[in-house]
């Protein structure tokens, strides 16, 4: 069974631009959890959808937006990129809401120059 | 503020050491405490813990979970270069989300 897939796998972007990316969750997973890990640190919560709802958002700016489609894929949207979003951003699947077990993909690198 | 801590940041062993893994937490309202082994992006699902005391176990990793002094345990027994990654420790509490408060991590190296 495929896991978590996301896309692109590498990214570079220039401050001010903006960046979409893209995560599929385990089939029959219906939530996807958005996180950004910052090299050195523990990821940290961005978003979490479950049946095309926004169920959470973490401490980022309103730059940061989200949105899951009836497949349950997800994509995250940043705008107004800052050097400082430069990250590893994570994507998460579990079978529902509340569900605490979370399968992470590959992540997406993204580099703010 | 919900907060994860571990401990030692960083680690470096022999193959064949064994080690310990800490991890201790302030959540409101504790669900559950999972253990991740990050290699180059992808954690990877170690442990779910939500009962103090018991322990888990899969081939040489095992943890177990206090929940009165707020702490869990990751050990590592007769260690292996392959088993060189950063090990992060998350806890769940009360929200109605999904979110998981990850800690900082701990950099385990296994020389040969």
């Known amino acids: 069974d495929a896991g978590v897939t996301q896309s692109p796998t590498h990214l570079i972007k220039t401050r001010g631009q903006q960046v979409t990316l893209r995560c599929s969750p385990i089939s029959g997973h219906k939530s996807v959890s958005w996180y950004q890990q910052v090299l050195g640190q523990g990821p940290q919560f961005i978003f979490q959808y479950y049946e095309k709802e926004e169920r959470g958002r973490g401490n980022f700016p309103d730059r940061f937006s989200a949105r899951q489609f009836p497949n349950y894929s997800s994509e995250l949207n940043v705008n107004a990129l800052l050097l400082g979003d430069s990250a590893l951003y994570l994507c998460?699947?579990?079978?529902?809401?509340?569900?605490?077990?979370?399968?992470f993909g590959p992540g997406t690198r993204l580099l703010v120059l | 503020e919900d907060k994860v801590v571990q401990s030692p940041l960083s680690l470096v062993v022999h193959e064949g050491d064994t080690v310990t893994l800490n991890c201790s937490y302030e959540v409101t309202n504790f669900r559950s405490l999972l253990w991740y082994k990050q290699e180059k992006k992808a954690p990877t699902f170690l442990f779910m813990l939500t009962s103090s005391g018991i322990e888990k176990k899969s081939g040489r990793l095992s943890s177990i979970l206090d929940k009165k002094e707020l702490f869990s345990i990751l050990n590592i027994t007769a260690t292996q270069t392959g088993d060189s990654a950063i090990y992060l420790c998350?806890?769940?509490?009360?929200?109605?989300?999904?979110?998981?408060?990850f800690g900082q991590g701990t950099t385990l190296q296994v020389k040969p």
């Open positions: 998350a806890v769940r509490g009360s929200s109605n989300t999904g979110k998981l408060i």
């Open positions: 998460a699947s579990s079978l529902a809401q509340g569900v605490e077990t979370q399968y």
